[in-house]
């Protein structure tokens, strides 16, 4: 399939083009500071500096290995109570604290054991209440359901929006065949897809996280080509394809 390309990025009068160089700027700029963000938000949710598998995990899925509870009963608190009173407790706290064993069996212990200290010190979380008991209970389950639906639109929409007038401006290009073209202009929106659905996966699944990291450095990639193409050939190295006194407004 031989397709007429009627005219080019170099075609295009200077309004226009100071048109799209002017958004393009802005996008690409926008781009860098969404990167920025990621590695400053979800870089750091491992603890550590810089971008990983596990930051997506804990980002999206949580830490569900272990409440604080358990934690402290294994750590600082170990010495505070003897060790059958602490498996009791543990187990509670693995089978999800069921709040049926709350007054029967939890909160005597709780009351004898940990009460001395924690229900006493006013700096201490006083655990012999239940509500402040289920904070050190509770698991991280990651990103909630409702916020993944809330990013989720705005992404899918907002997103779109830029590669849209992107993927239009780089049809103007010239030097691709068809195929390769399409293919780059699809693509952001393949990877923002993708890059969605990998969220939920992952709040499912931790598995999944690879897939974060591959649907955001492909749709990166591929609107970065295409930037940079335009801008190149509308000021750089313009090629006509019509008479050069010609001109696209
Ligand atoms: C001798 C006093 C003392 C006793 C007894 C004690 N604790 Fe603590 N607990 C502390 C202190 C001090 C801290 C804060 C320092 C730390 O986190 O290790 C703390 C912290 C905690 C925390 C973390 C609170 C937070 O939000 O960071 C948990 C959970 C906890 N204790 C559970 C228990 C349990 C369960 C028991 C009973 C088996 C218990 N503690 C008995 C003194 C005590």
Not at 14 to 34: E, S
Not at 101 to 106: A, S
Not at 205 to 230: D, E, H, K, Q
Request: glycine share 8%.
């Amino acid at each position: 399939m031989k397709e007429i390309q009627r005219f080019t990025l170099g075609d295009l009068a200077l309004p226009t083009r100071m048109l799209f160089t002017g958004y393009l700027l802005a996008i690409g700029l926008g781009l860098l500071m969404a990167g920025a963000q990621i590695m400053l938000t979800h870089g750091m949710a491992d603890g550590k500096p810089g971008l990983s598998v596990d930051d997506i995990v804990y980002s999206y899925y949580g830490n569900r290995d272990g409440t604080k509870l358990e934690a402290k009963l294994f750590g600082s608190m170990k010495d505070n109570a003897p060790a059958e009173v602490k498996m009791t407790l543990i187990k509670w706290a693995e089978a999800g604290a069921p709040a049926e064993e709350w007054q029967g069996t939890i909160k005597p212990l709780v009351d004898q054991y940990c009460g001395p200290c924690h229900a006493n010190i006013a700096t201490l979380p006083n655990i012999t209440e239940k509500a402040v008991m289920d904070q050190m209970t509770k698991r991280d389950e990651g990103a909630s359901i409702a916020t993944l639906t809330r990013v989720s639109h705005i992404h899918l929409f907002g997103v779109s929006f830029i590669f849209f007038f992107v993927g239009w401006i780089f049809t103007y290009a010239t030097g691709f065949s068809t195929v390769t073209k399409s293919v780059l202009i699809v693509a952001p929106f393949a990877f923002l897809i993708i890059d969605v659905a990998s969220w939920w996966l992952t709040k499912m699944n931790p598995n999944f996280a690879w897939l974060v990291i591959i649907g955001g450095f492909g749709y990166s990639a591929a609107s970065t080509i295409m930037i940079f193409t335009s801008l190149y050939q509308m000021w750089i190295s313009p090629r006509h394809t019509l008479k050069t006194t010609q001109h696209i407004d």
